[in-house]
């Protein structure tokens, strides 16, 4: 380290210390984080450093070495002068535009660590990590960051106030630990700025999907988060004298979505399913629903009649829903082509017959069993981990917090969907698990 004049101590505490140095013969500054060699955290920050070397982004810092001696090893890193965003926001209020350039900023760095091929996970997000210069942001202090295969150490990471629940104990960290971690930075931006009511109010409610204790429970990537946040940012358009007016679709319209339920196996509640949504949909903002029947079924004829509902067209209209029976439904073609404000498809089981529909549906619900004989089923979303999945959702009949805190790493959201005995008038538990279904699949 002879090569480096030391300039200050920026921070010390038992497992490192960080200084501001000048680069003897080039003038540069830098920052040098020594590790001591006799801390019990040593090989895994140094593995993390190497790791880290290898990165590419432009709002990184640059990693230019690791030296030992006999005490520590050095990482030596690229020196960001700028204001850190937790000291700018002790002086200053935060403008809209910076709330959503920082955490967009952010978040893509966060998204990036996490599709390279050994993802990383930061672990330590908080506005002292965060270097606003100029009009950039830039995300500093690795010193948590470990990379997906690392073995994590009790008590090691996160930043009370910003880490996720599952770090105190520094296990089955994942994708969701760092969003938990973004909602937090999110909701402390909003709160030291000077936003409006409306703007915040909707920016709060992103904060609560990604914030859940319960990982399942929270914003399944950071992509998802992304575009949530770009939603709301291009929700405003500017009218001809350069004010800015809101968006004729408001936050709580389902104004021409398409939803596509498809179950894992015949039998595990589909159309049971697909059936209570249209109906809450119908009872929530849309005025006209329409409910699809895959063509190789026809149960939804033997339910109507079963109450008391017929026609001759195999189409059936309750409450505001229009039902379109599989094999009897005439001239179906026609009723699709007509306007509604969400349609729900009943897509059976038969994954092949049913991706095609699929990939047409703004959302897409997969419904599983909770029976431990099944769990075979779950191949399927197996298959899909690591594709786009940004708005797809598991529903698991009959199932509780348990069985769910069990079925991990398929990369969706998923809740317990519980017993409804009447599809057709759903009651208020089915409710709510909607609509935390719908708030999860923007």
């Known amino acids: 380290m002879d090569r480096y004049r030391i300039i200050s101590v920026l921070s010390s505490h038992e497992h490192s210390t960080v200084w501001l140095a000048e680069h003897k013969a080039l003038g540069d500054l830098r920052i040098i984080k020594g590790i001591p060699r006799s ?43 700028g204001e850190s965003l937790g000291v700018m926001c002790t002086h200053r209020l935060l403008s809209e535009y910076e709330v959503f350039h920082i955490i967009l900023r952010i978040s893509s760095i966060i998204k990036y660590l996490h599709t390279l091929p050994e993802k990383i996970y930061y672990l330590d997000l908080k506005p002292e990590n965060i270097i606003v ?36 104990s520094g296990k089955n960290v994942s994708e969701r630990t760092d969003v938990y971690a973004l909602g937090r930075l999110l909701e402390y931006m909003v709160n030291h700025s000077g936003i409006d009511n409306a703007m915040r109010d909707r920016l709060l409610k992103v904060v609560q999907k990604a914030c859940s204790r ?73 005025e006209k629903v329409c409910f699809v029947e895959q063509d190789d079924h026809d149960d939804i004829r033997a339910l109507m009649e079963s109450v008391g509902v017929r026609s001759r067209t195999g ?68 298959m899909l981990k690591g594709r786009e999945t940004e708005n797809w959702f598991l529903l698991v009949n009959l199932a509780d917090s348990t069985i769910l805190r069990n079925m991990r790493g398929y990369g969706i959201g998923m809740l317990p969907f519980p017993w409804e005995p009447d599809p057709l008038h759903p009651d208020a538990a089915a409710a709510r698990v909607f609509e935390k279904t719908l708030r999860m699949t923007p």
């Open 39 to 81: 801390s019990c955290y040593h090989d895994v920050l140094v593995r993390e450093a190497h790791l880290l070397k290898h990165l590419n982004s432009p709002f990184i810092p640059i990693i230019y070495d690791v030296e030992e001696d006999d005490d520590y090893t050095y990482i030596v890193e690229q020196y960001i002068e």
């Open 133 to 168: 210069a100029g009009q950039e942001a830039y995300l500093v202090d690795f010193g948590s960051a470990v990379s997906e295969s690392a073995k994590l150490s009790q008590g090691l990471f996160g930043t009370a106030g910003f880490s996720a629940p599952e770090q105190s």
């Open 214 to 286: 319960e990982w399942w429970k929270r914003i399944s990537d950071v992509d998802i988060f992304i575009k949530m946040l770009e939603k709301l940012k291009n929700g405003k358009t500017e009218t001809k004298e350069g004010g800015k007016k809101e968006n004729a679709k408001q936050a709580n319209s389902f104004e021409g979505t398409r939803i596509g339920v498809f179950g894992l196996s015949a039998g595990c509640g589909t159309t049971t399913v697909a059936l209570a949504l249209a109906a809450y949909l119908a009872g929530k903002d849309c």
């Open 315 to 382: 189409m059936y209209e309750i409450d505001r829903v229009r039902y379109l029976a599989g094999k009897s439904c005439r001239n179906k073609a026609g009723f699709l082509n007509e306007k509604y404000d969400a349609m729900v498809f009943d897509l059976g089981s038969d994954a092949q017959k049913a991706m095609s529909t699929l990939r047409l549906c703004d959302r897409k619900i997969v419904i599983g069993s909770s029976a431990v004989w099944r769990s075979k089923e779950y191949e399927f979303l197996t």
